[in-house]
């Protein structure tokens, strides 16, 4: 068992590494940290951790609380993954650190996201919420997730996937997704300028329960408008 009113490491050995955290226990039934910091040479995350490890058994009675919030900078992305990201990507990766704030809570038997955010200024924006129980047993999982995605400057997606004639505008994405066991129910709704395009997915199982038996459909409406062909 491991209990602290503080803890603080720092290296610089091939980066800068420095950790701080208050009100530290760490045992044989979970871990917990308060005013959690770690940052990087360029990158920094704050948060609070309180985790049981009975949270991931299977009817257990343990519990977790994150909340967390990141900035990733794109220097300390690079270096991490080093020769594992692709050079193309690596070429038109934007300068522009990502931020990003998550809050979740709950168990494997019930668990909520009460907020996932990312913002990567001038490119895009991701906010998504939702809920799930049930989370190892493939049968019985339920759970819904809504998300809303927005772009704005897509120039450095365009350039790796050499969409030299195709612009990627603006556009904003919502989508809810509902499962119940093998079922699944996706809704999306797609804008770009003046034009919408509505679609559905969604599967019916049989009684066997399996995905390689369910039977999907899918139903999709839009507003008519020039697509946009120029670059941005």
Known sequence: MLKCDSILYASSIAHDINLEAKNVYLDSNGIKMD???FDLTHSSLQGEIDLQWAAFERG???RMDINMNANIAQQDVSDLLGSHMPQEWAEVYPKIPIQADIRMEGCVDSLQMKECHIDWPTILQVSASGWASHLTDSTLITGNLSCQIESENLSCLRKYLKLKDIALPPMSLSTDIGMQGSKFDINAILHEGGGKLQN???SKSSSSSSLNSASF???ASSTRKKWNTMQN
């Open 217 to 219: 459909s899918f139903k």
């Open 200 to 202: 559905r997915l969604w």
């Open 60 to 62: 257990g009675d343990g």
């Open 35 to 37: 005013a959690l910091k």
